[in-house]
């Protein structure tokens, strides 16, 4: 619409926005003052630190847009395959730190300000965090967004934009989680754009027709058209991700559900006006809430509208923009492939199955390879409870064509399968789409199986489980080739660079450049230096720096009760992450219990070996998940009575903190700080973890099952000699289970008598407990933590002994910082980019 | 928090604002070019003239902004007597067509876009309007505000900002209204300011307690303490308002209802975390729907959340401004006051004094003393159906506190009352605030009355029948000085200059200046040229062009079924206003069918004579408001068959327009085009009427009753000469009521046959409509149709008779024109700051 006819106009529209993009002071400062005036219609006196940190805000946006936009200009010309990375969570914390840092702008924003009156650096903590995400999945999105843009790949992320993402903890009465909504848009969003121009509807309900007229280009075959009885539309907002040390700035865009503009008119009787705009509201409710579940599959109908919302959307933007080529359908997948993070996208496959069959009139099995040459999964856990299921009659309902398809789909699929296993009913009934039962139910990690062409796990240990065990079958029909391994990794930029500075700065004062932020394998460089004198005072010192640091935070922003600081030279041992049995922070408290009840009879010269601990908890419960509460509960409980302990020796010894409402900037927050960290779940349950790699990388030693990447740690650092190692292993875990379960062996003495203080009434009144503890010792330790206990006080011990020495202490921990090249969220990407999606990097042109 | 101790740095800040405030061509091109690309994330090559809208938009309020700041400065150091305006309806239609014009920047973003390959005044058309009122009493707020700015008062404007303003009407089946919902927000709003920093917390619900501490400083005396169960918060948008031809830039605040971030602890029991989200959406909701009701008080519990919700927080915002002057409250009428646009605002009344006795400790009598002083209250309707009540027990309910003040109010008042008429308990119950029945009632228009200082009707004969019969008992309580007339106006910057730029410049050359903008009464000087050739000419050709240009918008947005472009030679006949039997667009509709069958039956030499006429209709029903709905369907039905009519010469005599979704920006295209407009309300209905003032002043005549505004016009043109009356008198009226109903007076044979005409099925099936008619010639006949319908196609041939004559129609047209100087919202805000507010314009000081 805009006239560029004229060479003169198309020069006047460059020059601008050359003279838009100069990131010189008084550029900045320019930038920064409009911003106060005309966005916020404020002045410098009246801007509080919360306007000043919009104002800055909104002129880094403004930078970061400039480069974003040059960056998919050059993907549409040099057009190559790209990836789209489906996830219903991205956990993605503060931005304007990490954008300038990874822009290099930080100095300059800094210096512009500094002469504006302002210092720029204490502008990031008014910053909300983004927390549309529950744990580690979400995490993992952002880390492999960071590091597709540190790395020019042509991906884009996909998800939706929850009005209220994952819910504020706060501790009532001292002990219980309380759920607070996160209304993170109360204020206006700098780090999104708001595309009013990309929208598409989404239908739900309504039924399917069959059209006699046939398929468009087949006219033998039935077409059949679904007809949604709803809509909604879908409105695109897009989130820039920088990539650091490059112009490359990628996207995700998160849908938002608005009412359409056009919609049913049987709903508009006469006199129903308010009622069709209470109808409307509810549309915009379907991207309203994250789901707060971990691990547990929510069985609701909106979470199912989420899920296809999501995808239909999704799938609408990214066929526009194939379609926009002008090539033929069997080109799709040279150019478009999907990862599905976990299960919760999976509709994704069968709705381009209907698009291409229903809407462009394909044959079923061209479609069908099609779609499964476009689609990867990702596999995040084994636990059979989190393993997604929905009802058939509610797919059915929400969905008709969609569940017609699955069926179909199964019922190609089980024809093959029979063809190699003629007769094998049993093993047919294993492996169908839909589990038959008292209700039919559609289980979508076979959907995800069956229409992808690679499964990963996402690290060594559970790869090896996912082929082993949770797909067997599926492996032994398709071959074990499509059943694949990527271990997560982190970014280094946000986990140690923009949380950890100090350590940040040492290590490249050590190894002479910055080169290990980009290749994080340079910094097995360290080892060299593990010994070095200097370098471990150095070292320590940072650490200290960081502990000291937590402390104040303790002490100014958690309810201490009076308790007095937190010693910053005890040992820090840390388990944050959300509460659940399988990463069995009960048996953490336990064995603090256990520890208590060591010190209080100690004598007072056995009390002059015992090395000082502060045990710091933190992690989100859901909401509906009972046990994970009473957890919570137990924590607090011990808590207050440890901290309130009479005895002021005892009291240096010993001390629990739990840090509410964990998150992202909270982990930043914690994890340089920390001496040791707690990674004990029951082996073969946690499928990766990542914050065992954020600990290591930060110089803290791991105390952990042999689970997960814990298992990948503690070779690339150099064997579990330089991390404390206990408990049963994943193999031996099934028969662990069957004799806890049948034969009740002897529970160790320890363990008995930590319960019996607890049941005793020594936290207070025992019975919101006595169910869960007696549940361990008779049928219900699931996750084994009586077989597990006797060796964890043992581990324990081997810590306090290690910390001891600290000059032992302070080598290993550098040599666990030094092993972690191997665990950067920039190798996963490029293992994805060349094992499942065969694309290259697509660097911005240099510019001129 | 910005350091500014530093000459350099303020130094610093005042440079680079006064360069973002030139308005140079690279100036704006520069801020043009950034908003493409950073707040659009937008190139040249995908820019769509909705995007270059938003750009120019968020370019132009950049500037807004930058003046609005300073006017609020301004005020802040002077500080001045102000005013509140409190309004639930602000009609504003479009913005940046009529910000460029008042700020006198409309050539400069011409010239600077047009050197950027695109056209400014064409993007006009993308803006939605904002339609967050009925009809004129909301579009009267938007006049006055305009009016206040340009006459550099000290004025601020708060109402409440709805997701949804006043419905989207559609014509379904070419005959019924249908509503849509009207979801102006979709896209970011360029015209507001999210004040994320004024936000306040608003309770529902709960209980009173009596606090036998007492009150303080006032020992003796119980103090009463509200504790609402529930709390929303209210969050500032201000909408900026420049004056015309000044550097005043006045604000009109709008809430926004948002969850609040600390709540009730008790709706947050485990597991409940989804509920309580949703309940946290329904406190979004209180600000969520304008109410589609005209002249009827919706019953709605959500409606009195709203009324309360806005009273709340504007007496927050305003006494939070009060306390920053450290004056004692005794100075409260000396720096505030406040003006209710009808009762919807009254609740205001109780709220004052609540805060001042519960929360401050003023004794009652010295609280209440004050109020009064604060407080004025413009009537808007004496239709007694109109009056707004409140349900005791509802009020009980929402607000407790409140309405335990209303009875004591209410107590002290008829005390006083008995006092000047001792015994006279009949006066007593009608007096009383508090209406008894089968239901107790809160009147909220006494409330009004008692709890101001003055009230005013909005013209002449309006105001008359407030202090006579309205209100008589008061005006004999309180004196009849108590009750004025303000006149409304118009504001000729939007009515005039913006709409009709065209009749603007032509008066412009005519009276060599365009001082008339500011003072309208300079008008009056072209009754010198009404009878001037070339000026008539001129004038004729301004009216041609707009009405071809009408006809333009009727072919091409109007669905005409294929009948072919209007003749925009025939005399177009307008009636546009909210659908109401007292507007009686039914009797407009009667008077089409009989002229219809008139022509039918005419020769071809009668014919010949006949002046050929458009009737243009348009206007909303309340959605759930029957007969108004009826009425449009009748209007269809009418217009269907007269337009599909075989006869192809009588087509030519006689055609029918509805023209759907009227609005103010529909009013800019439709007024100006007018040969004639129809305000015939029953006399005594209509308070004022605007619209007759917006015909008139752009050179449209009127035919109408005796009513409103319409008396004061044809004074002030120089007597009904110039336009054409009818129908009864106001002070007739009572009288014709009981005449109609009890006696029932033969019905006029021309009434008999048009109803016949009907009932035959002339029009289709008839069987929605008889009821209708039939209550007409019953004792249905409120609005006296019957009696007004022989007088008023008499009128309608003096109309076509005067037409024949065109120099004489001009002369008339032109001398209206001319005598409209009295009618500008300038004056009425004039007399409003005289006779009720005392207050006096703070124009900006002179800039450096």
Redesign the interface.
């Known amino acids: 619409?805009?006239?560029?006819?004229?060479i003169?106009?198309?020069e006047?529209?460059n020059k601008?926005?050359k003279?838009?993009e100069s990131v010189d002071t008084s550029s900045i400062?320019?930038s920064f003052?409009?911003h106060v005036?005309?966005t916020?219609?404020?002045?410098?006196?009246n801007?509080?630190?919360?306007?000043?940190y919009q104002a800055a805000a909104h002129s880094v946006?403004?930078q970061l847009?400039?480069k974003?936009?040059s960056t998919q200009?050059h993907f549409t010309r040099s057009n190559p395959k790209r990836v789209y990375y489906l996830s219903l969570e991205f956990l993605m914390g503060r931005t304007m730190q990490n954008c300038v840092i990874n822009m290099d702008m930080e100095e300059a924003y800094s210096k512009a300000l500094r002469?504006?009156?302002?210092a720029f650096e204490t502008l990031y903590d008014q910053e909300t965090d983004a927390a549309l995400g529950n744990g580690g999945l979400g995490r993992l999105a952002a880390c492999y967004m960071d590091s597709l843009a540190t790395l020019d790949y042509p991906a884009l992320g996909y998800g939706l934009r929850y009005t209220?993402g994952i819910?504020e903890q706060r501790i009532?009465n001292g002990e219980d989680q309380?759920?607070?909504?996160d209304?993170w848009l109360?204020?206006?969003n700098p780090w999104e754009?708001?595309?009013?121009?990309v929208a598409y509807p989404v239908g739900f309900y309504g039924s399917v027709h069959n059209d006699s007229a046939g398929r468009a280009g087949q006219p033998g075959q039935p077409a059949a058209r679904w007809e949604p009885a709803e809509f909604v539309q879908a409105?695109a907002y897009?989130v820039p991700i920088p990539g650091y040390d490059t112009d490359t700035v990628l996207n995700i865009r998160l849908w938002s559900s608005?009412?359409q503009?056009q919609f049913d008119?049987s709903s508009?009787n006469?006199?129903?006006?308010?009622k069709?705009?209470a109808e409307?509201?509810r549309a915009e409710?379907i991207t309203?809430?994250l789901y707060?579940n971990d691990n547990t599959p929510a069985g609701k109908e909106l979470r199912l509208k989420q899920q296809y919302f999501f995808v239909c959307a999704t799938l609408q933007d990214i066929l526009r923009r194939f379609s926009k080529l002008n090539l033929p359908w069997s080109e799709l997948p040279n150019k478009v492939g999907i990862q599905l993070n976990d299960t919760h996208p999976s509709l994704g496959i069968v709705e381009l199955q209907r698009v291409l069959v229903d809407e462009h009139g394909l044959e079923w099995d061209i479609a069908w390879a099609l779609v499964q040459r476009v689609y990867a999964y990702t596999n995040h856990t084994v636990l059979p409870e989190a393993l997604e299921c929905w009802p058939v009659s509610l797919m059915e309902r929400l969905l008709p064509r969609h569940m017609r398809i699955i069926f179909d789909i199964n019922l190609y699929f089980l024809r093959s399968v029979e063809q190699r296993f003629p007769g094998d009913y049993e093993r047919l009934r294993r492996m169908s789409i839909i589990e038959e039962g008292h209700q039919q139910m559609v289980r979508m990690a076979y959907l995800a199986v069956v229409g992808s062409h690679t499964v990963n796990g996402v690290a060594r240990i559970h790869s090896d489980l996912v082929r082993s065990k949770l797909f067997r079958d599926f492996a032994e029909f398709y071959g074990d080739d499509k059943f694949v391994n990527i271990t997560n990794g982190i970014t280094p930029r946000r986990w140690l660079h923009v949380a950890n500075p100090q350590l940040s700065a040492l290590i490249t004062k050590r190894l002479g450049s910055n080169r290990w932020l980009k290749d994080l394998t340079e910094l097995s460089r360290l080892k060299a230096f593990a010994d070095d004198e200097d370098f471990q005072q150095e070292w320590r010192q940072v650490k200290r720096t960081r502990k000291e640091s937590l402390a104040e935070y303790i002490q100014k922003h958690v309810d201490t009760a009076g308790e007095g600081p937190v010693n910053s030279e005890a040992l820090f041992d840390v388990q944050v992450k959300r509460i659940h049995e399988y990463k069995r922070q009960l048996m953490n408290i336990l064995g603090v219990v256990h520890r208590y009840l060591r010190i209080k009879e100690a004598s007072a010269e056995e009390r002059r070996d015992i090395v000082p601990r502060v045990f710091i908890f933190g992690g989100k419960a859901a909401?509906?998940y009972?046990t994970a509460?009473l957890i919570i509960k137990l924590i607090n409980r011990v808590k207050n009575v440890i901290n309130a302990d009479p005895d002021a020796e005892l009291r240096k010894l010993i001390r629990v903190v739990y840090i509410p409402n964990y998150s992202v900037t909270l982990a930043e927050r914690i994890i340089p700080a920390s001496d040791i960290s707690e990674h004990i779940s029951t082996a073969g349950t946690e499928a990766s973890g990542t914050s065992n790699m954020k600990f290591v990388l930060n110089g803290g030693l791991l105390i952990g099952t042999r689970d997960g990447a814990n298992v990948e740690i503690a070779e690339h650092i150099g064997g579990w000699d330089l991390a404390f190692e206990f408990g049963a292993k994943a193999e031996e875990v099934d028969d662990l289970r069957n004799k806890v379960r049948y034969l009740r062996p002897e529970i160790h003495p320890a363990f008995r008598r930590v319960v019996e203080a607890i049941k005793s009434g020594q936290f207070g009144d025992s019975s919101p407990f006595v169910n869960m503890l007696d549940r361990l010792v008779s049928d219900g330790d699931y996750y084994l933590i009586t077989v597990d206990f006797p060796s964890y006080p043992e581990a324990q011990e081997r810590v306090d002994a290690a910390y001891k020495d600290q000059k032992k202490w302070t080598r290993m921990s550098i040599e666990n910082c030094a092993g972690m090249g191997f665990f950067s969220a920039d190798r996963s990407v490029q293992d994805y980019a060349k094992k499942i999606w065969g694309i290259n990097p697509c660097p911005p042109p240099p510019s001129k």
């Open positions: 619409e805009v006239d560029l006819s004229n003169a106009t198309l006047l529209w601008i926005r003279d838009c400062q320019r003052v409009n005036y005309s916020l219609a404020r002045t410098p006196y801007l509080d630190e919360f306007g000043a946006r403004d847009i400039h974003w936009i200009q002469e504006m009156g302002l209220y819910f009532r309380v759920e607070y909504p209304y109360r204020f206006t754009v708001a595309r009013v121009d409105v897009d608005k009412p503009r008119l508009f006469d006199g129903e006006y308010e069709s705009v409307k509201q409710n309203s809430v707060p909401p509906g009972h509460k």
